[in-house]
T-cell receptor, first 116, second 115 residues
Framework: NAGVTQTPKFQVLKTGQSMTLQCAQD?????MSWYRQDPGMGLRLIHY???????DQGEVPNGYNVSRSTTEDFPLRLLSAAPSQTSVYFC???????????????FGPGTRLTVT | AQSVTQLGSHVSVSEGALVLLRCNYS??????LFWYVQYPNQGLQLLLK??????LVKGINGFEAEFKKSETSFHLTKPSAHMSDAAEYFC?????????????FGAGTRLAVHP
């Protein structure tokens, strides 16, 4: 298993540009999520999905869009990049079935994004 | 809303010394608690988790953590530090919302190990 994969690893954007960060998992996990990591702030949840066709907002959703058309893929779209979106972005996945307690989240290697 | 506080953004220890990384949480319900480790330029990896039952939880690489409800703490320890333990460590609490167990992370503690 490749686990959780993310592309690209690095990206530089100009203010106002748009782009899509790709995330894929091959573990047949129901749940997927996107976080951003900023110094001194830990990881903050941007958007999450509990299954194909179902997404919801996390703590910091503004400026980002997601969709989940398949179980495997969960792309994150930046609509109009701003310098405040300079960050490291992590995708994560886990099994669902909440009633049996939270399952471990598996994280991808991250995408380092710089917006100038 | 639940929250996590990690005391000390940077901790430095000598190789072979005790590692103690502090984590306090706030939660209105019995919490699920996690410790993750992030090595340089990598994603996060689960070290250990507390759900229910035994309050002393053992994880990978010789780490363990003790859940203390009365102190709302979940401190991470390792008896003897190794150079390979140098990394950033995150404590997290699980919050159930919208049919999903969200992770609320602390700000992280960077551990340095010197010879």
């Amino acid at each position: 298993n490749a686990g959780v994969t993310q592309t690209p690893k690095f990206q530089v954007l100009k203010t106002g540009q748009s782009m899509t960060l790709q995330c894929a998992q091959d573990m047949n996990h129901e749940y997927m999520s996107w976080y951003r990591q900023d110094p001194g702030m830990g990881l903050r949840l941007i958007h999450y999905s509990v299954g194909a066709g179902i997404t919801d907002q996390g703590e910091v959703p503004n400026g980002y869009n997601v969709s989940r058309s398949t179980t495997e893929d969960f792309p994150l779209r930046l609509l109009s990049a701003a310098p405040s979106q300079t960050s490291v972005y992590f995708c994560a996945s886990s099994y669902g079935r909440v009633g049996r307690g939270p399952y471990e989240q598996y994280f991808g290697p991250g995408t380092r994004l710089t917006v100038t | 809303a639940q929250s996590v506080t990690q005391l000390g953004s940077h901790v430095s220890v000598s190789e072979g010394a005790l590692v103690l990384l502090r984590c306090n949480y706030s939660s209105s319900v019995p919490p699920y608690l996690f410790w993750y480790v992030q090595y340089p330029n990598q994603g996060l990896q689960l070290l250990l988790k507390y759900t229910t039952g035994a309050t002393l939880v053992k994880g990978i690489n010789g780490f363990e953590a003790e859940f203390k409800k009365s102190e709302t703490s979940f401190h991470l320890t390792k008896p003897s530090a190794h150079m390979s333990d140098a990394a950033e460590y995150f404590c997290a609490v699980s919050e159930f919302s919208g049919g999903y167990n969200k992770l609320i992370f602390g700000a992280g503690t960077r551990l340095a190990v010197h010879p």
